[in-house]
């Protein structure tokens, strides 16, 4: 082990510690019909219940609501979720908390779901205005007070472990671009991970959502690691996302392993019950993974990206507006910036790559090649999946790059993981290249 010495003058010292924090986790089928005995373990006995219209009259959603009248939970429902939550939708769900009065909450649905319910739980706990707790440069980042209310966390897609972490993503409309609240207090008291609630996803759903898993484990397992990070002047500043170490890099490896065993089979037979289960288990892995070491550059990307959207829909997507889910819009930019970021740490991204299967014939110090196998393997998942040939596919060109590289700048949170550091030209270089791939 090595001892941390003092600096030299002048030199800033590096990090030694990294933590290792997620909320408990059941997991197994049927799951569901537990929650009213979790929340009134966890002493709650006035929830809101956080989903989307589309889910509202679902099974998941009349399990829960089942489950907690049963154990004599007092319940209100919010079913006004927006996918791809924005300021305007995060408002609406904290004035209704406030309004409400909650000891709880009980999240129903995907990675917007469970963020709304995150924020309300945090404004109605906390009230401020709602840039204080977010992420820096775009909003404040005021360290959040205390504790919050209980949240059990229902995931209804195998996709972003938002069950797991401290994280709440949302649309800033006046910026058209994603920014975010990061803080250890937001993460879940509970994830029920029911297989059943992911049974029935459109094809493309399942898609996005599962290249989410990949791309957030992937991108933790490359990221800087975390003792390359200078030390924080106090534990209390030490960030939720703290770079690669050794017990994330454990969750991260498992999971894609099971995305590359269990994706085109959880899309392409939607009654495929062990693959929907693998998916599931997957994402609550990666959650755990990036949750405590982050993710980077495809992340940071793809926030632009979803915001500056113009007229794309995908299939299987209620949506009215125009959308670039998120996991879509990760994954448009990941071979790019893996051919990238490889040079800069070739053996992890080589340890990606030979967990996707492929890179047994590069040389694990060769980073450009390594790049190219690890970005290769990704682009053909891409093209097995269905998703679009990179952002002209989806409605961009080069001229939006540097737009789109000046939406990503802000995103410290995530770009500054980067085991390669990417200055404006480098962006508008990556968003070019993300163009097409094939």
């Given at each position: 082990m090595t001892r941390r010495r003092a600096p030299a003058p002048g030199e800033t010292a590096r990090e030694t510690v990294f933590t290792m924090d997620t909320s408990s986790v059941v997991f197994g089928i049927g799951a569901?019909?537990?929650?009213?005995?979790?929340?009134?373990?966890?002493?709650?006995?006035?929830?809101?219940?956080?989903t989307d219209a589309g889910l509202a009259g679902g099974r998941a959603v009349t399990s829960?609501?089942?489950s907690l009248k049963e154990a004599g939970v007092d319940i209100a429902l919010f079913d006004d979720v927006a996918i791809e939550p924005?300021?305007?939708?995060?408002?609406?769900?904290?004035?209704?908390?406030?309004d409400g009065r909650f000891d709880g909450y009980v999240a129903v649905g995907g990675g917007s779901v469970i963020d709304t319910a995150k924020a309300a739980n945090l404004y109605a706990t906390y009230p401020n205005d709602l840039l204080?707790?977010?992420?820096?440069?775009?909003?404040?980042?005021?360290?959040?007070?205390?504790?919050l209310a209980p949240l059990v966390a229902v995931p209804t897609t195998a996709g972003t472990g938002s069950e797991t972490t401290g994280v709440a993503i949302f649309d800033v409309l006046s910026l058209h671009a994603k920014t975010g609240i990061a803080h250890r207090s937001l993460r879940p008291a509970l994830g029920i991970v029911d297989p059943d609630n992911a049974r029935g996803m459109p094809p493309m759903v399942a898609a996005c959502s599962g290249l989410d898993v990949l791309?957030?484990?992937?991108?933790?397992?490359t990221a800087l690691p975390f003792n390359h990070r200078d030390a924080p002047p106090s534990p209390a500043s030490r960030p939720a996302y703290q770079g690669a170490n050794p017990v994330s890099d454990v969750w991260s490896s498992t999971a894609i392993r099971i995305v590359r065993d269990n994706?085109?089979?959880?899309?392409?037979d939607p009654d495929d019950d062990d693959a929907r289960a693998q998916m599931m288990l997957a994402a609550t892995y990666a959650g755990i993974g990036f949750g405590n070491a982050g993710v980077h550059l495809p992340h940071g990307m793809s926030y632009p990206v979803s915001g500056m959207v113009r007229t794309y829909r995908p299939a299987g997507y209620p949506e009215s507006n125009a959308i670039v889910p998120h996991g879509m819009a990760v994954i448009l930019t990941a071979p790019a910036v893996f051919r990238f970021t490889?040079?800069?740490?070739?053996e992890r991204h080589h340890r990606a790559a030979a967990l996707l299967g492929v890179g047994d014939d590069v040389d694990p110090r060769d980073g450009e090649a390594v790049g190219e196998a690890l970005a290769g393997a990704l682009e053909r998942i891409m093209l097995a999946t269905g998703m679009p040939n990179g952002l002209a596919s989806v409605g961009f060109d080069a001229?939006?790059?540097p737009r789109l590289a000046a939406g990503t700048l802000p995103q410290h949170r995530v770009t500054k993981l980067s085991p390669r550091p990417a200055d404006e030209a480098d962006l508008v270089a990556l968003f070019e290249s993300a163009l097409s791939y094939w």
């Open positions: 569901t019909r537990d929650v009213g005995w979790h929340v009134r373990r966890l002493g709650a006995s006035r929830v809101m219940v956080v829960v609501l089942t924005t300021d305007t939708s995060f408002q609406r769900a904290i004035a209704f908390a406030r204080a707790y977010v992420n820096p440069p775009i909003g404040r980042g005021e360290d959040v007070p205390g504790p791309c957030h484990a992937v991108e933790s397992l994706l085109l089979r959880s899309i392409d490889a040079p800069a740490d070739p001229s939006d790059a």
